[in-house]
Every structure is written in structure tokens, then in C-alpha cells.
């Protein structure tokens, strides 16, 4: 009886759940057994109330029976028209929550409508109390100015505005009204120019054709000075879009000068214009032969895409220019005779463009916009300051 | 006495023309009121086939006929109900049309009274000259 005894062992069960835990355990869920009834008493209650809801059906007008809810999910809900459905309470509430959206929806609109009625009634309002208060309204015809006029009027305006320094808000207007006025100006010249552009490269084409036929020897070499010029004018081209305001605003202090000024005035800017265009013409001329370091500061100029940077330096360009001007006539003298003579050829077809310029400004004045900016802007700067 | 007896007949005209402007208005505010009837029955019309569209079906739909609910087909209220919306909207066309015809004789009725007035202001002064 060992061996049995060797396999296994005894424990009573007592000595592993205690009797008192046992009883407790019971006791327990005993415990939670009640608790769960007493929650299904209070749902059935809830459903016994729900079910007899009416405890009182109305019987004609005067009289009610007692009676109950049977069926309580089962609602005959009117659509609308005349229409009944059997529905669900589910389904009720869906359909009453639809017809409240609608209805939502509507008074929206109506709340809409009423804000505009509001609006205009108080716009009414405001209208009559102004006209009540014997409020004007000003209107004036804006007459296009004759361009020449315009300019010598806005001229002195511009002329006042930087030195008084108690140009009140009036003129400020004035000035933004000018500065669209001038923009605007400065597009339709802006077009002009480039359509009389085409026409002036086409026209130094010729010229320095006819350089080239004078001078076969040396094709190539003139053609690169052509070259050279061409990316000059382009340089002016790009030149221009920033400096166009200034460029007009010197072209009205130039209206002012009396005439013997601007004969004078036209002689220097040609001398300028010749100056810059000689010396960017010589340089470029010079480019092959001695100034390699020039003409990498103009090629640096003609990459750089900041135009504003640019207007400084072209001034520069054009001191420079002018100084090393008196070296020029010396030293063209020297290349080859086609260089020479193209480069000639760009100097003539400045003045001609200038001179009839101040007959007719609004007239299609191409190169002068292009030769001016060079000097106008310098003395532009110099009022400014 | 000539221009007493005119002046008479113009009143006469002029309270003619006024009964036939009272008239008009009324005609023109009955017009209004249906007018608005039908709005609302159409847009009732409209919910209601919205509700219909959005049942299963053989759920049962009821039509009220005087005091009795008659069970209808599903399919059969939804046709009768695309029907009314139908004819309301016909209806308020017609309506629209006829409104507009009203206020343009209601205007034109209040000009010819207008003149008529003048007619009479005119006549009175002539008579207070005279």
C-alpha cells in the first residue's frame, strides 16, 4: 500500500478552499444574482410604463376609456399630402430628423433673405439722411492732357514735391495719380521704341553693310563689332525698364529749360550718348586687341541680371567711357579700318535719332530713350539728392 | 353748364375706372394667396416623394381620403405624388402668367386714372378762372 501512497498524496480539500471561502464565494454571487434581477425588474418597469403610455384613450371629445400601448414600435408617420407609412421608431426619427433639416435649411434662407432686406434698407437709410444733410456728389470728366502739357504740368508738381517737405497727402495722391499716368506712358513708349528698335537694327544692318562692302577685307571683324553693339542695345533695352520712370521724369525737367538749354542740353546728350556708345563701342572694338579687362566688367554688366545694380554702373560706364574717350579717337585710329568705320556708323545713327526729338516727344522717339538713360538718370540722381 | 355736365361724366369714368382698379387688386392678392398655396403644396409634394423614395419596398403607405386611411401601393403613391407635383407646378406657370397679366392691367388702369385726374384738376381750374 506503499507504492500507491508513493504516487500520489493526500490533501483534504479543506486545508485548499477553505470552508469560509467557499461560503463566501456563494455568497457572492448570490449577491450579484440579485442585483442583476433587480436591474430586470427596473427595465421591465420601463417597459410596462412605455407599453401603457395612454392609460387614458380619448373617446369622442368628452370621454376617455382606459387602455394601453401594445404594439410601440410600430409609428404611422404622415409624409406630407394625405400620405401615411408604417414605420419604425427608428426609422420616425430618422424621417423627422430629415424634415428638421429641410426646415433648417429653410430658415436659413428666410434668415438670408432677411440680412439683404436689412442691408438695403439701411443703405436707404444712409442715402436719405446724406441727401437729407444736402450731401454732394462730385464727379469731374477725366480729358486725356496733351502729353507735352501733361508733362510740363506734372513737371513742376514733381519738380515741388522732394524739396518742400510739407507737400501735404493731396499731393502724394497726385503723385501715385502721375505715377500710373507715367506708367502707363512709359508702356505705350516702351512699345513704340521696341517697334522703332526693329527698325533701327535693320537700318544699321544696311549701314554696316555698306561698311562691309567698303571694306570686304575684313568681314568678320565687323560683323563681331556688330555684334558687340547689338548686345550693347539690347543692355540699353534691359536699361530702360528700370529706369524708365526716371528717365521720364528727366525728360520733364528737360522741358522746363528754356530752349537755348535744350539745344545745349541735346548737344551734351549727344556728346554723352556718343560717349558711352563709343566707348562700350570701343571696347568692344578693343575687346580682341588690349582692354580684356573692360570688357569682361561689360560682359559681367550684360550677364548680370539685377537691373538696379546695373544703373550705377553704367553711369560708371559712361564716366569711364567719357574719359577714355579722348584716348578713343587716338586709339580707333589704330584697329582696322572696318571696325573703324562700323563703329562710326553707330555714333551716326544716335545723333539722328536724337535730333528729332524735341520737335516731337510724343513722336516715335526710339533711340533717344535708349541713348538718354545714361546720362538722364546720373542727373536725375543728382536733383534727387 | 356744359363744362359741369363733362366734368361730372369725368367723375363718373374716374370712380368706374377706381371700382375696376379695386377689383383688379383684389383679383391680383387672391392670385398671391394661391399662389403661395401652391408653393407649399409643392414643396410638401416634394418632401413627401423624397420620404417615398427613401422606403423599402412593401413597407405599407397609407393615403388619407376623407376620414378613411386607404392602403396604397408603394409604387402607385409615388406615381401620384410625381403626378400633383406635376400639375402644381403647371399651375403655378399658369398663375405666374395670369399675375403678370393682372399687374400690367392694374398699371395701365392707374395711368387712365392718373389722366383722368389731370383731366379733372385741368377742368376745375379752368372753372375757377372762369
Redesign the interface.
Known amino acids: 500500500m506503499e507504492e500507491p501512497t508513493a504516487k500520489g498524496t493526500l490533501t483534504s480539500l479543506s486545508s485548499m478552499f477553505p470552508v469560509e471561502d467557499a461560503q463566501k464565494a456563494v455568497k457572492r454571487v448570490q449577491d450579484t444574482l440579485a442585483e442583476k434581477q433587480q436591474e430586470l425588474e427596473r427595465v421591465k418597469e420601463f417597459i410596462a410604463d412605455n407599453a401603457t403610455l395612454i392609460n387614458h384613450v380619448p373617446f369622442g371629445k368628452a370621454a376617455f376609456f382606459p387602455g394601453r400601448l401594445i404594439h410601440t414600435n410600430e409609428f404611422?408617420v404622415l409624409?406630407?399630402?394625405?400620405?401615411?407609412?408604417?414605420?419604425t421608431s427608428k426609422q420616425t426619427v430618422e424621417?423627422l430628423k430629415?424634415?428638421g433639416k429641410?426646415l433648417d435649411s429653410q430658415v436659413d434662407s428666410l434668415k438670408a433673405m432677411m440680412k439683404d432686406l436689412q442691408a438695403e434698407t439701411s443703405f436707404f437709410y444712409t442715402t436719405a439722411s446724406e441727401a437729407a444733410e444736402g450731401l454732394l456728389e462730385i464727379r469731374e470728366e477725366y480729358v486725356e492732357e496733351n502729353s507735352s502739357a501733361k508733362k510740363s504740368e506734372s513737371d513742376s508738381v514733381k519738380e515741388d514735391s522732394p524739396s518742400l517737405s510739407e507737400a501735404g497727402n493731396l499731393k502724394a495722391e497726385d503723385e501715385d495719380e502721375e505715377y500710373a499716368r507715367i506708367m502707363s506712358r512709359l508702356d505705350e513708349l516702351e512699345k513704340e521704341e521696341l517697334a522703332a528698335e526693329i527698325e533701327n537694327r535693320s537700318g544699321e544692318n544696311t549701314q554696316n553693310n555698306a561698311s562691309e562692302s567698303d571694306n570686304k577685307d575684313d568681314d568678320e571683324q565687323a560683323k563681331s563689332v556688330f555684334d558687340q553693339f547689338s548686345d550693347q542695345i539690347s543692355l540699353h533695352h534691359n536699361l530702360r525698364h528700370p529706369e524708365g520712370f526716371e528717365s521720364s521724369n528727366t525728360q520733364r525737367t528737360k522741358k522746363k529749360v528754356t530752349f537755348e538749354e535744350l539745344a545745349n542740353n541735346y548737344n551734351r546728350q549727344q556728346d554723352l550718348g556718343d560717349q558711352s556708345c563709343t566707348g562700350l563701342a570701343v571696347q568692344a572694338v578693343f575687346q580682341d586687341e588690349k582692354s580684356q579687362g573692360k570688357s569682361l566688367a561689360n560682359n559681367a554688366k550684360a550677364d548680370a541680371a539685377e537691373k538696379a545694380l546695373r544703373l550705377p554702373e553704367v553711369k560708371e560706364d559712361a564716366e569711364a567711357a567719357s574719359s577714355s574717350r579722348k584716348e578713343i579717337p587716338a586709339q580707333t585710329s589704330k584697329p582696322g579700318f572696318d571696325s573703324d568705320k562700323a563703329f562710326t556708323g553707330s555714333i551716326i545713327e544716335h545723333p539722328h535719332n536724337i535730333q528729332p526729338n524735341p520737335q516731337g516727344q510724343s513722336g516715335s522717339s526710339s533711340k533717344p530713350f535708349i541713348s538718354q538713360p545714361s546720362k538722364p538718370v546720373s542727373r536725375f540722381k543728382m536733383q534727387r539728392k | 353748364m356744359g363744362s359741369s355736365a363733362a366734368l361730372r361724366e369725368l367723375q363718373r369714368e374716374l370712380e368706374n375706372k377706381a371700382n375696376d382698379l379695386s377689383k383688379l387688386q383684389k383679383d391680383i392678392a387672391k392670385n398671391h394667396q394661391v399662389r403661395k398655396k401652391y408653393t407649399i403644396q409643392l414643396g410638401e409634394n416634394e418632401l413627401v416623394l423624397k420620404e417615398l423614395g427613401l422606403l423599402n419596398e412593401g413597407a405599407n403607405v397609407y393615403k388619407l381620403i376623407g376620414p378613411v386611411l386607404v392602403n396604397q401601393d408603394l409604387a402607385e403613391a409615388n406615381a401620384n405624388v410625381r403626378k400633383r407635383i406635376d400639375y402644381i407646378s403647371a399651375e403655378l406657370k399658369r398663375l405666374d402668367a395670369t399675375l403678370q397679366d393682372l399687374e400690367e392691367k392694374q398699371n395701365s388702369k392707374k395711368e387712365a386714372i392718373l389722366k383722368v385726374q389731370q383731366r379733372i384738376q385741368s377742368l376745375q381750374a379752368a372753372k375757377a378762372k372762369a
Not at chain 1, 409624409?79 to 414605420?87: F, H, I, K, N
Open positions: 404611422l409624409l406630407g399630402e394625405g400620405y401615411y407609412a408604417d414605420r424621417i430629415r424634415r429641410v
